[in-house]
Protein backbone atom coordinates (compact mmCIF):
# COMPACT_ATOMS: atom_id res chain seq x y z
CA UNK A 1 0.00 0.00 0.00
CA UNK A 2 1.22 3.54 -1.40
CA UNK A 3 0.14 7.04 -0.01
CA UNK A 4 -0.55 8.12 -3.71
CA UNK A 5 -1.91 11.50 -2.73
CA UNK A 6 -2.87 14.46 0.23
CA UNK A 7 -4.62 16.88 0.44
CA UNK A 8 -5.01 19.43 3.41
CA UNK A 9 -8.31 21.02 4.88
CA UNK A 10 -7.99 24.19 6.46
CA UNK A 11 -10.98 24.70 8.57
CA UNK A 12 -12.86 27.58 10.26
CA UNK A 13 -16.29 27.58 11.90
CA UNK A 14 -17.47 30.26 13.07
CA UNK A 15 -19.33 30.73 16.44
CA UNK A 16 -22.74 32.34 18.18
CA UNK A 17 -21.32 33.09 21.35
CA UNK A 18 -17.80 35.07 21.67
CA UNK A 19 -16.02 33.68 24.21
CA UNK A 20 -12.72 34.75 26.36
CA UNK A 21 -10.08 33.57 28.13
CA UNK A 22 -6.93 34.90 29.50
CA UNK A 23 -5.12 35.21 26.25
CA UNK A 24 -7.88 36.64 24.19
CA UNK A 25 -11.29 35.87 22.50
CA UNK A 26 -12.46 32.96 20.02
CA UNK A 27 -15.27 33.97 17.62
CA UNK A 28 -15.08 30.89 15.80
CA UNK A 29 -13.00 28.05 15.96
CA UNK A 30 -10.48 26.33 13.35
CA UNK A 31 -8.62 23.06 12.37
CA UNK A 32 -5.98 21.89 9.88
CA UNK A 33 -6.75 18.08 8.77
CA UNK A 34 -5.04 16.06 6.47
CA UNK A 35 -6.16 12.94 4.32
CA UNK A 36 -4.06 11.15 3.36
CA UNK A 37 -5.04 8.70 0.22
CA UNK A 38 -3.97 5.44 -1.04
CA UNK A 39 -3.07 3.25 -4.12
CA UNK A 40 -5.95 0.82 -2.39
CA UNK A 41 -8.89 3.12 -2.42
CA UNK A 42 -8.56 3.90 1.68
CA UNK A 43 -8.18 7.17 3.12
CA UNK A 44 -6.73 8.32 6.61
CA UNK A 45 -7.35 11.11 8.71
CA UNK A 46 -5.56 13.31 10.74
CA UNK A 47 -5.51 17.08 12.47
CA UNK A 48 -2.68 18.80 12.92
CA UNK A 49 -2.29 22.28 15.22
CA UNK A 50 -1.56 25.69 13.88
CA UNK A 51 -3.28 28.04 11.71
CA UNK A 52 -5.13 27.84 8.95
CA UNK A 53 -3.93 30.32 7.15
CA UNK A 54 0.19 29.11 7.05
CA UNK A 55 -0.08 25.71 8.32
CA UNK A 56 -0.85 24.11 4.79
CA UNK A 57 1.47 25.64 3.09
CA UNK A 58 3.98 24.39 5.39
CA UNK A 59 2.70 20.46 5.15
CA UNK A 60 2.45 21.06 1.38
CA UNK A 61 5.94 22.15 1.00
CA UNK A 62 8.25 20.77 3.79
CA UNK A 63 5.81 17.26 5.02
CA UNK A 64 3.46 15.97 2.05
CA UNK A 65 6.18 14.60 -0.32
CA UNK A 66 8.29 12.91 2.24
CA UNK A 67 4.93 11.03 2.93
CA UNK A 68 4.00 10.30 -1.09
CA UNK A 69 4.88 6.93 -2.41
CA UNK A 70 5.39 5.51 1.28
CA UNK A 71 3.62 2.95 3.20
CA UNK A 72 1.65 4.19 5.53
CA UNK A 73 1.73 0.72 7.85
CA UNK A 74 5.49 1.93 9.00
CA UNK A 75 3.90 4.58 10.49
CA UNK A 76 6.69 4.97 13.52
CA UNK A 77 9.17 4.76 10.67
CA UNK A 78 7.52 7.73 8.86
CA UNK A 79 6.96 9.66 13.08
CA UNK A 80 10.88 9.58 12.89
CA UNK A 81 11.82 10.34 9.53
CA UNK A 82 9.41 13.70 9.68
CA UNK A 83 11.11 15.00 13.21
CA UNK A 84 8.98 13.14 15.85
CA UNK A 85 11.66 12.84 18.05
CA UNK A 86 13.44 15.88 17.28
CA UNK A 87 13.33 18.99 15.95
CA UNK A 88 10.25 20.10 13.19
CA UNK A 89 6.47 21.20 13.54
CA UNK A 90 5.68 18.67 16.28
CA UNK A 91 1.96 19.97 15.46
CA UNK A 92 2.08 18.83 11.81
CA UNK A 93 3.45 15.78 12.60
CA UNK A 94 0.83 15.07 15.21
CA UNK A 95 -1.62 15.50 12.48
CA UNK A 96 0.10 13.27 9.89
CA UNK A 97 0.58 9.98 12.15
CA UNK A 98 -2.40 10.07 13.09
CA UNK A 99 -3.84 9.79 9.26
CA UNK A 100 -0.87 7.12 8.92
CA UNK A 101 -2.49 4.98 11.88
CA UNK A 102 -5.80 5.47 10.58
CA UNK A 103 -5.02 4.47 7.52
CA UNK A 104 -2.76 1.31 9.13
CA UNK A 105 -5.77 0.38 11.15
CA UNK A 106 -7.95 0.05 8.19
CA UNK A 107 -5.64 -1.72 6.35
CA UNK A 108 -5.61 -4.31 9.24
CA UNK A 109 -9.51 -4.09 10.15
CA UNK A 110 -8.63 -2.89 13.52
CA UNK A 111 -9.02 0.11 15.54
CA UNK A 112 -6.29 2.03 16.59
CA UNK A 113 -6.42 1.43 20.12
CA UNK A 114 -5.31 -2.52 18.77
CA UNK A 115 -2.21 -1.26 16.79
CA UNK A 116 -0.69 0.33 19.87
CA UNK A 117 -0.88 -2.71 22.13
CA UNK A 118 -4.72 -3.11 23.14
CA UNK A 119 -7.50 -1.29 24.95
CA UNK A 120 -7.71 -1.60 28.95
CA UNK A 121 -10.85 0.03 28.92
CA UNK A 122 -14.21 0.64 26.45
CA UNK A 123 -14.93 4.39 27.75
CA UNK A 124 -13.05 7.06 28.88
CA UNK A 125 -13.79 9.19 31.84
CA UNK A 126 -13.99 13.15 30.83
CA UNK A 127 -14.33 16.13 32.61
CA UNK A 128 -16.74 19.18 31.42
CA UNK A 129 -14.02 22.02 29.99
CA UNK A 130 -15.90 25.44 29.76
CA UNK A 131 -16.93 28.10 32.10
CA UNK A 132 -14.95 31.01 29.94
CA UNK A 133 -15.90 34.53 29.69
CA UNK A 134 -18.52 34.72 27.43
CA UNK A 135 -19.09 38.28 25.61
CA UNK A 136 -22.52 38.89 26.37
CA UNK A 137 -22.12 38.75 30.26
CA UNK A 138 -20.90 42.66 30.34
CA UNK A 139 -21.00 43.28 34.46
CA UNK A 140 -19.33 41.07 37.20
CA UNK A 141 -22.53 39.77 38.40
CA UNK A 142 -23.75 37.95 35.37
CA UNK A 143 -20.29 36.61 34.39
CA UNK A 144 -20.87 35.31 38.12
CA UNK A 145 -24.48 33.59 37.46
CA UNK A 146 -23.55 32.68 34.03
CA UNK A 147 -20.93 30.50 35.59
CA UNK A 148 -22.77 28.99 38.35
CA UNK A 149 -25.68 27.99 36.42
CA UNK A 150 -23.44 26.34 33.38
CA UNK A 151 -21.17 24.45 36.43
CA UNK A 152 -25.01 23.09 37.50
CA UNK A 153 -25.48 22.22 34.02
CA UNK A 154 -22.28 19.73 33.92
CA UNK A 155 -23.26 18.43 37.47
CA UNK A 156 -26.63 17.58 35.96
CA UNK A 157 -25.14 15.81 32.98
CA UNK A 158 -23.43 13.60 35.22
CA UNK A 159 -19.71 15.17 34.92
CA UNK A 160 -17.57 14.65 38.06
CA UNK A 161 -15.62 17.80 37.43
CA UNK A 162 -15.46 20.89 35.79
CA UNK A 163 -13.01 23.54 34.61
CA UNK A 164 -13.26 27.08 35.18
CA UNK A 165 -11.23 29.76 33.26
CA UNK A 166 -9.50 32.24 35.67
CA UNK A 167 -6.12 34.63 34.96
CA UNK A 168 -8.39 37.84 33.93
CA UNK A 169 -8.16 40.02 37.82
CA UNK A 170 -6.97 37.66 40.71
CA UNK A 171 -9.29 39.36 43.29
CA UNK A 172 -12.35 38.66 40.86
CA UNK A 173 -11.15 35.52 39.71
CA UNK A 174 -10.77 34.58 43.72
CA UNK A 175 -14.23 35.71 43.82
CA UNK A 176 -15.85 33.64 40.92
CA UNK A 177 -13.69 30.59 41.98
CA UNK A 178 -15.25 30.93 45.42
CA UNK A 179 -18.79 31.35 44.01
CA UNK A 180 -18.94 28.62 41.70
CA UNK A 181 -17.77 25.94 44.67
CA UNK A 182 -20.61 27.14 46.50
CA UNK A 183 -23.19 26.76 44.14
CA UNK A 184 -22.01 23.09 43.09
CA UNK A 185 -21.24 21.72 46.52
CA UNK A 186 -18.49 19.91 48.12
CA UNK A 187 -18.61 16.60 45.68
CA UNK A 188 -17.85 17.36 42.49
CA UNK A 189 -14.43 18.21 41.13
CA UNK A 190 -13.29 21.79 40.24
CA UNK A 191 -9.99 22.67 38.31
CA UNK A 192 -8.95 25.89 37.71
CA UNK A 193 -6.81 27.44 34.33
CA UNK A 194 -5.11 30.32 34.15
CA UNK A 195 -4.07 29.99 30.68
CA UNK A 196 -0.31 31.30 31.70
CA UNK A 197 -1.44 34.59 32.41
CA UNK A 198 0.72 35.35 35.69
CA UNK A 199 4.40 35.80 37.33
CA UNK A 200 4.82 33.42 40.04
CA UNK A 201 4.20 36.05 42.43
CA UNK A 202 0.55 36.81 41.13
CA UNK A 203 0.11 33.02 40.98
CA UNK A 204 0.73 32.45 44.45
CA UNK A 205 -1.79 35.36 45.54
CA UNK A 206 -4.19 33.72 43.39
CA UNK A 207 -3.26 30.27 44.53
CA UNK A 208 -3.33 30.87 48.23
CA UNK A 209 -7.17 32.75 47.98
CA UNK A 210 -8.56 29.79 46.42
CA UNK A 211 -7.13 27.01 48.32
CA UNK A 212 -10.27 27.08 50.46
CA UNK A 213 -12.40 26.23 47.02
CA UNK A 214 -10.82 22.32 47.52
CA UNK A 215 -9.26 22.69 43.64
CA UNK A 216 -8.86 19.54 41.83
CA UNK A 217 -5.36 21.29 40.13
CA UNK A 218 -4.06 24.78 39.24
CA UNK A 219 -3.33 25.07 35.72
CA UNK A 220 -1.09 27.08 34.02
CA UNK A 221 -0.59 29.81 36.22
CA UNK A 222 2.71 30.50 34.95
CA UNK A 223 4.02 30.54 30.97
CA UNK A 224 6.08 27.16 30.57
CA UNK A 225 9.08 28.86 29.85
CA UNK A 226 9.56 30.06 33.93
CA UNK A 227 9.80 26.08 35.15
CA UNK A 228 11.42 28.04 37.89
CA UNK A 229 8.25 30.29 39.01
CA UNK A 230 6.16 26.86 38.48
CA UNK A 231 8.52 25.57 41.26
CA UNK A 232 7.74 28.31 43.54
CA UNK A 233 3.93 27.97 43.05
CA UNK A 234 3.90 24.25 43.92
CA UNK A 235 6.13 25.28 46.79
CA UNK A 236 3.90 27.71 48.04
CA UNK A 237 0.33 26.47 47.20
CA UNK A 238 -1.39 23.59 48.77
CA UNK A 239 -3.07 22.74 45.47
CA UNK A 240 -1.45 19.98 42.63
CA UNK A 241 -0.21 22.35 39.67
CA UNK A 242 -0.43 21.15 35.86
CA UNK A 243 0.78 22.59 32.87
CA UNK A 244 2.55 21.42 29.36
CA UNK A 245 -0.48 21.27 26.90
CA UNK A 246 1.49 23.94 24.88
CA UNK A 247 4.48 21.78 24.48
CA UNK A 248 5.79 19.93 21.76
CA UNK A 249 8.81 17.17 21.79
CA UNK A 250 9.65 15.25 24.17
CA UNK A 251 12.62 17.21 25.64
CA UNK A 252 10.57 20.12 26.59
CA UNK A 253 8.30 17.57 28.76
CA UNK A 254 11.32 16.02 30.05
CA UNK A 255 12.24 19.44 31.22
CA UNK A 256 8.61 20.16 32.49
CA UNK A 257 8.40 16.57 34.64
CA UNK A 258 12.19 16.21 35.50
CA UNK A 259 12.88 19.00 37.40
CA UNK A 260 9.17 18.42 39.16
CA UNK A 261 8.04 22.11 37.69
CA UNK A 262 4.40 20.26 37.84
CA UNK A 263 2.29 17.71 39.79
CA UNK A 264 0.30 16.92 36.77
CA UNK A 265 1.59 16.76 32.90
CA UNK A 266 -0.70 17.74 30.23
CA UNK A 267 0.36 16.86 27.06
CA UNK A 268 -2.30 17.14 23.77
CA UNK A 269 -2.05 14.89 21.20
CA UNK A 270 -2.26 17.07 18.03
CA UNK A 271 0.61 19.35 20.11
CA UNK A 272 3.05 17.24 21.09
CA UNK A 273 3.90 15.37 18.29
CA UNK A 274 1.18 12.67 17.99
CA UNK A 275 0.45 9.17 19.49
CA UNK A 276 4.31 8.16 19.94
CA UNK A 277 5.16 11.20 21.79
CA UNK A 278 1.94 10.45 24.10
CA UNK A 279 3.61 7.01 24.55
CA UNK A 280 6.99 8.17 25.82
CA UNK A 281 6.03 11.33 27.61
CA UNK A 282 3.71 8.92 29.74
CA UNK A 283 6.27 6.62 30.20
CA UNK A 284 8.73 10.17 31.44
CA UNK A 285 5.63 10.66 33.64
CA UNK A 286 5.68 7.26 35.31
CA UNK A 287 8.76 6.95 35.82
CA UNK A 288 8.48 10.85 37.88
CA UNK A 289 5.65 10.04 39.59
CA UNK A 290 4.05 12.83 37.67
CA UNK A 291 0.37 12.27 36.59
CA UNK A 292 -0.75 12.33 33.37
CA UNK A 293 -3.90 14.51 32.29
CA UNK A 294 -4.04 15.16 28.51
CA UNK A 295 -5.44 18.35 27.30
CA UNK A 296 -7.32 18.31 24.06
CA UNK A 297 -9.40 21.18 22.63
CA UNK A 298 -9.46 20.45 19.14
CA UNK A 299 -11.84 18.90 16.86
CA UNK A 300 -13.93 15.15 16.68
CA UNK A 301 -10.67 13.69 15.33
CA UNK A 302 -8.46 15.22 17.98
CA UNK A 303 -11.05 13.99 20.65
CA UNK A 304 -11.42 10.38 18.94
CA UNK A 305 -7.46 10.30 18.52
CA UNK A 306 -7.16 10.90 22.30
CA UNK A 307 -10.21 8.50 23.34
CA UNK A 308 -7.89 5.53 21.42
CA UNK A 309 -4.56 6.92 23.14
CA UNK A 310 -6.61 6.79 26.69
CA UNK A 311 -8.26 3.38 26.05
CA UNK A 312 -4.54 1.95 26.31
CA UNK A 313 -3.44 3.51 29.64
CA UNK A 314 -3.78 1.55 33.04
CA UNK A 315 -4.99 2.88 35.99
CA UNK A 316 -3.06 4.48 38.05
CA UNK A 317 -1.40 3.27 41.74
CA UNK A 318 -2.68 0.02 43.19
CA UNK A 319 -5.88 0.50 45.21
CA UNK A 320 -9.42 -0.35 45.74
CA UNK A 321 -10.22 2.42 43.88
CA UNK A 322 -7.54 2.79 41.32
CA UNK A 323 -7.47 6.56 40.21
CA UNK A 324 -8.55 6.03 36.39
CA UNK A 325 -7.50 8.37 33.23
CA UNK A 326 -9.42 11.50 32.83
CA UNK A 327 -9.56 13.49 29.82
CA UNK A 328 -10.49 17.24 29.11
CA UNK A 329 -13.66 17.42 26.84
CA UNK A 330 -14.06 21.23 25.82
CA UNK A 331 -17.69 21.94 26.09
CA UNK A 332 -17.36 25.27 24.52
CA UNK A 333 -18.78 26.04 21.39
CA UNK A 334 -17.42 24.50 18.66
CA UNK A 335 -19.16 23.34 15.29
CA UNK A 336 -15.97 21.19 14.78
CA UNK A 337 -16.33 18.98 17.40
CA UNK A 338 -20.37 18.46 16.87
CA UNK A 339 -20.85 18.61 13.57
CA UNK A 340 -17.04 16.73 12.26
CA UNK A 341 -18.33 13.35 12.22
CA UNK A 342 -21.36 11.49 10.82
CA UNK A 343 -21.93 10.10 14.35
CA UNK A 344 -20.65 12.89 16.84
CA UNK A 345 -19.34 12.02 19.98
CA UNK A 346 -21.19 12.15 22.59
CA UNK A 347 -21.16 11.74 26.90
CA UNK A 348 -22.80 9.57 28.89
CA UNK A 349 -22.34 10.01 32.55
CA UNK A 350 -19.21 11.34 32.67
CA UNK A 351 -17.42 8.98 30.13
CA UNK A 352 -17.01 8.99 26.63
CA UNK A 353 -16.81 5.74 24.41
CA UNK A 354 -13.52 4.54 22.68
CA UNK A 355 -14.31 4.48 19.05
CA UNK A 356 -14.29 0.67 17.75
CA UNK A 357 -13.99 0.66 14.12
CA UNK A 358 -10.72 0.01 12.51
CA UNK A 359 -8.63 3.05 12.96
CA UNK A 360 -9.71 6.15 14.79
CA UNK A 361 -12.74 4.46 14.14
CA UNK A 362 -14.98 7.86 13.15
CA UNK A 363 -16.64 8.73 9.77
CA UNK A 364 -16.31 12.59 8.61
CA UNK A 365 -19.36 14.08 7.32
CA UNK A 366 -18.64 15.48 4.07
CA UNK A 367 -21.31 18.32 3.97
CA UNK A 368 -19.88 19.56 7.07
CA UNK A 369 -15.52 19.57 5.83
CA UNK A 370 -17.68 21.19 2.63
CA UNK A 371 -19.31 23.77 5.16
CA UNK A 372 -16.37 24.64 6.94
CA UNK A 373 -13.80 24.51 4.34
CA UNK A 374 -11.46 27.71 3.73
CA UNK A 375 -11.01 27.22 -0.13
CA UNK A 376 -8.33 29.78 -0.70
CA UNK A 377 -5.76 27.86 1.55
CA UNK A 378 -6.99 24.31 0.70
CA UNK A 379 -4.04 22.11 -1.12
CA UNK A 380 -3.61 19.13 -2.70
CA UNK A 381 -0.07 17.45 -2.85
CA UNK A 382 1.01 14.58 -5.35
CA UNK A 383 -1.61 12.81 -8.30
MG1 LIG B 1 -5.52 24.69 29.65
Redesign the pocket.
Known amino acids: MKITRITIHALHAPITNTFFYSQGYYPGRDAVLVELHTDEGLAGWGQCSGAPTTTPAVIECQYAPRLLGKDPRDWNVHWHALGGLRGGHYGIVSGLEMALLDLAGKAAGLPIYKLLGGAVRDRVKVYATGLYKLERWTSFEAWREGLIEEALGYRDEGFSLCKLKIGFVPVKDAQLVHAVREAIGPEMGLAV?A?CAWDAATAIQVGKAIESAHIAWY??PLPPTNLEGYREVRRAVAIPVSGG?GLGGLYAFRDMIQTRSVDII?PDIIICGGFSAMQRIQVLADANHVRLLP?CWGSALSLAASLHFLATIPDGAPSITPTEPLLEFDRSDNPLRENLLVEPLRQQGGYLPVPQGPGLGVEIDSDSLTRFRVAKVMAQVGG
Open positions: DNEEEQH
